[in-house]
């Protein structure tokens, strides 16, 4: 596709489940990111991927909180056992190597 | 401490009221400043991209600028679709993650 696709836009769950949630980057491009924007707050740096591998996994903020990428192209990032402040936009970007990184729209999870 | 620190919060224009927008940053070693607009319910939108001190780019009504601690984004005679958060963030020579300023809302009255 043209730009960065996440799926879905919107997830509400229920306190405890676990989700995922999916990001197609831009094709070819090899650095793939996952930020979270809580309401008010500033982008948090979550995971960073160079191809498949994770070199910077600094601000996933618990053990809950897993990615992967599989084939240097799609991501998905989990959360096991979801809490209520875990409800925030999370937003997958991509990049060529390094420099200026694409945004997806999001996907928008809630915790009930 | 690493920091990227962006002013005003919040900025209300009346339409063609020129205007700028700070983002200080205190990294060590920076490769790259990065400015984004981001409208509500979507994710940041790519504007510029600066690398050395005196750098500049434009488009449009925005010119960013870069100095050895800052970088400005100015707006030229702004129009109400300009209405949008800024957000500011730059990467460091030593690491891949983008640190992020909390943006500068503006509102754009017609």
């Known amino acids: 596709g043209a730009g960065v696709s996440q799926s879905p836009s919107n997830k509400v769950t229920e306190k405890g489940k676990d989700v995922e949630l999916r990001c197609d980057p831009i094709?070819?491009?090899?650095?793939l990111y996952w930020y979270r924007q809580s309401l008010g707050q500033g982008l948090e740096f979550l995971i960073y991927?160079?191809?498949?591998?994770?070199?910077?996994k600094s601000g996933l903020p618990s053990d809950r909180f897993s990615a992967e990428r599989t084939g240097g192209s799609v991501s998905t990032l989990t959360i096991q056992r979801t809490q209520q402040e875990d409800s925030a936009v999370y937003l997958c970007?991509?990049?060529?190597?390094?420099?200026?990184?694409?945004f997806g729209q999001g996907t928008r999870l809630t915790v009930v | 401490e690493d920091q990227v620190t962006q002013s005003p919060e919040a900025l209300r224009l009346q339409e063609g009221e020129s205007s700028s927008l700070n983002c200080s940053y205190t990294?060590?070693?920076?490769?790259?400043l990065f400015w984004y607009r981001q409208d509500p319910g979507k994710g940041p939108e790519f504007l510029f991209t600066l690398y050395s001190a005196g750098e500049e780019k434009e488009k449009e009504r925005l010119k960013a600028t870069l100095t050895k601690k800052e970088s400005f984004l100015h707006i030229t005679a702004p129009k109400p679709e300009d209405s949008a958060t800024y957000l500011c963030?730059?990467?460091?020579?030593?690491?891949?993650?983008?640190?992020f300023g909390t943006g500068t809302s503006l509102t754009v009255i017609p």
């Open positions: 970007a991509s990049s060529l190597y390094q420099g200026k990184a694409f």
């Open positions: 991927f160079q191809g498949n591998s994770a070199p910077d």
């Open positions: 990294v060590s070693g920076l490769r790259g």
């Open positions: 094709s070819g491009h090899t650095a």
């Open positions: 963030a730059v990467q460091m020579n030593t690491g891949n993650q983008f640190y």
